[in-house]
């Protein structure tokens, strides 16, 4: 199993100087000069050029390549052009925000998904499996900005339950805290229990037509058991892979999410830093995106073997 | 039970008072909405408008911008300029504190002067007192502990007005102690009204009043005058949806929210807490040629186009009726603002179809680039390409990111763009920020050595008779060379809460928080 994860991690390898190689190439292609944008308009043609030698945006970009990934190698992935803030410990601190956001959100929707989406198989092609379908695709075709807006308006400006804007880090105050995620986290957990429904209803349907499920009936085991303990493993591995794919996804940010709601997490982060091509955040916010999505996915990989003991990590 | 009236009265009167303590006592705080953060703290160096908006609330300069864009003595009690325009003297206010408590002297102000004129410092406006802009410093000096003495190479009637600029952070007078030992920034210890208080990247920014401030007795104006911190705490929320914004406004989280869309004016209008401030100030907004590019070269084709598009109605349907149309680069407010000015351009369609006939315009498509980060950028294209095509003009919206636009507008890297400039303080400044040599400075958008020689004349004469007549002649000669289309002056829609009371717009955009007071 530990040669198993270390090959998996070496594996990794290839992927993030590939990411790597690509951001910083195509952060450096699209037009936009960080010291213009810190300058503003109208400012002298020289002192721009002075500027840009300061930042050492003057240099080739090979050499600034080699720079930038000696440093990675060392842990160090730069300061913020924008503002001078070091990099790594900026996107630990933002993938605080997303990560709690992200990880809370996808388990309420797998709370409501599994269930949902094997009593939907269960009842297949009867009205309560037609109505869970036709719920669940109205709920994965909601943009999330549009459904954040409407919970705010709702909960927070109408009934004025929850707070509008700002954030409490939950180390601050927990209870605190919680009241500034509880609509960004409502709004991802019910999208995305859309998703993990439908899927979570078709790997049943797929599972229960198998013999051994009918063998099961056969022997005598009553619904409900044939449900949690046949069904439900074999069923759930598809959707484990889901799940792996959404966390990637989501954790590497969730920035429409964290615009609306006000929150600093990652994606935001990501977003501003682009607009402002501050090329250090770019780099290490996709870098370590990259990094996030392996791991994930390696984690559920690593979870396959409970589910089903025939998978082995070997 | 009865309780004697002696001992009833003064009971009353001490539990009313504890109240009144208590709801004196309590800590008032403004929250004001940011679109996006700060990018420091340092003054005029790393910034945009938004940082330059909040650091003049925590810094000052020797001298400050007046709100009829003159200028007026700030740290410094009075100034005089030599009769030979090169020696500036300043004497300073006696007694005044910076933020750590220490007494501000003329060897602070040599020090943050200097520290300004260092490269690497990346100062914005080095440029403009190294020689290469209008002003040379040669000598910054203290001669006393009370008198600064600043020498230039020659004399350039607009450097006090470059210190000025809120793009400069006011030249603000800074402790040494903003800085770290090796010069890298710690944060600002000012002379403000305002001091910093915490800052947590992305989410809020809070300052906080400093008592020991010490007001001019002239009445407030712009930046100068007798400001006084009325609230305790400013915090300032970054908030970059517009639609959150208005519902924090709504529900209470937020008190004041600047820079209010005019689609969503009529809304917040309607609202009955809420009130509304609309202003004019004196940034230009227009559309931008490149006459350098093979088609725009042609001035008729330019002049075609001018012609073509109904400024009226590009104005109205841009700003919503809130702007008038205003075809001069000199800002409507400004005091040189004259019937010369508000001639401009009329529609006409027959007359732009001459032209273009006559420049041999084939109907091929021209580039227009906006962006949808400013929105009224994004209607100006729009509205401009529905309104060239009646002439027979066939615009193409591009529309890109902004740090892209701007990277191409830096490059000279377009057809025509709308564009806004931000507030410039004189019209000379204004004229300068488009006048200029496309080979070595391909942001300028007017390149004309005639009118490059009378900008920098208006920039060396001192009468204001003279100077007006060399503004008169630059809109003339705008009107016939036709480098952009200015069309209106800027808009600022600010929305409050009816608690917030004494806050006033100004024309230069940035709003001012002191002197606005929290009703109970």
Redesign the interface.
């Known amino acids: 199993m530990v040669r198993y994860i270390i090959r998996r991690l070496l594996m990794t390898l290839p992927t993030l100087f590939l990411v790597g190689v690509s951001v910083f190439s195509l952060i450096r292609l699209?037009?936009?000069?960080p010291a213009?944008?810190?300058?503003?308009?109208?400012?002298?043609?020289?002192?721009?050029a002075?500027?840009r030698r300061?930042m050492g945006l003057d240099q080739p970009i090979h050499i600034q390549f080699v720079e930038w990934a000696s440093k990675v190698l060392r842990g160090d992935l730069g300061v913020s052009l924008?503002?001078?803030?070091a990099v790594l410990p900026l996107l630990f601190e933002r993938f605080q925000v997303s990560g709690v956001v992200v990880i809370i959100a996808v388990m309420a929707a797998l709370t409501i998904a599994v269930p949902a989406g094997l009593f939907a198989a269960h009842k297949q092609n009867r009205a309560a499996d037609i109505s869970i379908v036709a719920l669940s695709t109205v709920l994965l075709s909601i943009p999330s900005f549009w459904l954040g807006?409407i919970l705010?308006?709702a909960f927070?400006?109408e009934l004025?339950w929850l707070?509008?804007?700002?954030?409490v880090p939950l180390s601050t105050s927990l209870s605190k805290g919680m009241t500034f995620l509880v609509l960004p986290i409502v709004t991802l957990a019910v999208i995305e229990a859309g998703v993990l429904t439908r899927m979570m209803r078709a790997s049943a349907i797929e599972v229960q037509r198998l013999e051994y499920v009918t063998h099961a009936r056969a022997k005598g085991a009553s619904e409900w058991r044939v449900l949690t303990r046949h069904i439900l493993p074999n069923a759930f591995a598809p959707t484990l892979t889901l799940v792996g794919l959404i966390l990637g996804n989501l954790l590497g940010g969730i920035a429409v999410l964290e615009?609306?709601?006000?929150l600093?997490g990652l994606g935001?982060?990501l977003v501003?830093a682009i607009?402002?091509?501050d090329y250090p955040v770019v780099q290490g916010c996709l870098l370590f995106t990259a990094l996030i999505y392996v791991l994930v996915n390696l984690l559920v990989d690593l979870c396959y073997p409970l589910l089903d003991p025939r998978v082995t990590a070997e | 039970m009865q309780i004697p009236r002696y001992i009833a009265t003064p009971a009353c009167v001490l539990l009313l008072s504890c109240i009144g303590f208590a709801v004196s006592a309590e800590p008032t705080q403004l929250r004001a909405r940011l679109l996006?953060?700060i990018?420091?703290t340092d003054p005029g160096v790393?910034?945009?408008g938004t940082t330059d908006a909040v650091v003049m609330h925590m810094v000052e300069g020797l001298v400050a911008l007046a709100e009829d864009t003159s200028i007026a003595p700030m740290l410094a009690a009075s100034y005089d300029v030599a009769k030979d325009g090169v020696t500036y003297t300043f004497r300073l206010r006696k007694g005044i504190q910076f933020h750590n408590g220490a007494l501000l002297t003329s060897g602070d102000v040599v020090w943050a002067l200097k520290r300004y004129f260092d490269?690497?410092t990346?100062w914005?406006c080095?440029?403009e007192v190294d020689g290469?802009?209008q002003a040379k410093v040669v000598a910054v000096e203290a001669p006393n502990a009370e008198t600064v003495v600043i020498r230039l190479e020659r004399p350039a009637p607009l450097f006090l007005t470059m210190l000025s600029r809120p793009?400069c952070g006011g030249t603000g007078i800074i402790h040494r102690s903003s800085v770290g030992a090796d010069g890298s920034?710690k944060g600002p210890v000012g002379t403000g009204p305002y001091k910093l208080g915490e800052w947590?990247?992305?989410?809020?920014l809070e300052l906080k009043r400093f008592d020991k401030y010490q007001a001019r007795s002239e009445p407030a104006s712009g930046y100068a005058g007798g400001k006084k911190a009325e609230v305790e705490t400013i915090r300032f929320?970054?908030?970059?949806?517009s639609?959150?914004?208005k519902?924090?406004l709504?529900?209470g989280?937020?008190d004041i929210l600047p820079d209010i869309n005019e689609s969503e004016l009529a809304d917040i209008q309607s609202k009955a807490n809420i009130k509304v401030d609309i202003s004019t100030t004196t940034s230009i907004s227009g559309i931008l040629f490149n006459t350098r590019d093979p088609l725009m070269r042609d001035v008729r084709i330019r002049r075609a186009i001018a012609l073509a598009i109904d400024g009226k109605e590009l104005v109205s349907g841009t700003t919503n009726d809130l702007a008038k149309l205003n075809n001069s680069a000199m800002p409507s407010i400004s005091p040189f603002y004259t019937d010369v000015q508000r001639t401009g351009f009329v529609n006409n369609i027959a007359e732009a179809k001459r032209l273009l006939k006559e420049a041999g315009y084939n109907g091929r498509p021209i580039k227009i680039l906006a962006n949808k980060?400013y929105g009224t950028m994004y209607d100006t294209a729009l509205i401009a390409q529905g309104l060239a095509a009646y002439a027979g003009i066939r615009l193409e919206v591009e529309v890109?990111?902004?740090?892209?636009q701007?990277?191409?507008?830096?490059r000279g890297n377009y057809q025509m763009m709308a564009f806004a400039?931000?507030s410039r303080l004189d019209p000379s400044l204004v004229y300068d920020?488009l006048v200029g040599p496309k080979a070595?400075?391909?942001?300028k958008v007017w390149d004309n050595p005639e009118v490059q020689a009378l900008v920098a004349e208006s920039m060396r004469e001192t009468d204001k008779v003279k100077r007006q007549a060399i503004f008169d002649e630059l809109h003339r000669r705008m009107l016939q060379d036709v480098p952009l289309i200015v069309y209106w002056n800027g808009i600022q829609i600010t929305a409050y809460h009816k608690r917030v009371v004494g806050f006033r717009q100004w024309p230069m955009e940035h709003p001012r928080y002191w002197l606005v007071r929290m009703k109970h």
Do not use: C, H
């Open positions: 699209i037009p936009g000069d213009q944008l810190m300058l503003g308009d109208g400012v002298d043609p020289g002192q721009l002075e500027v300061q924008s503002d001078g803030q807006l705010l308006l927070g400006l004025g707070p509008v804007v700002g954030y615009t609306v709601f006000t600093p935001r982060l501003d607009f402002a091509r | 996006s953060d990018r420091s790393n910034r945009d490269p690497a990346k914005r080095l440029s290469r802009g793009d920034w947590k990247r992305s989410q809020y929320l970054v908030v970059p949806d639609s959150s914004a519902a924090a709504l529900g989280s937020v980060r890109l990111d902004w740090a892209t701007l990277d191409r507008y830096t400039y931000t920020m070595t400075q391909t942001q």
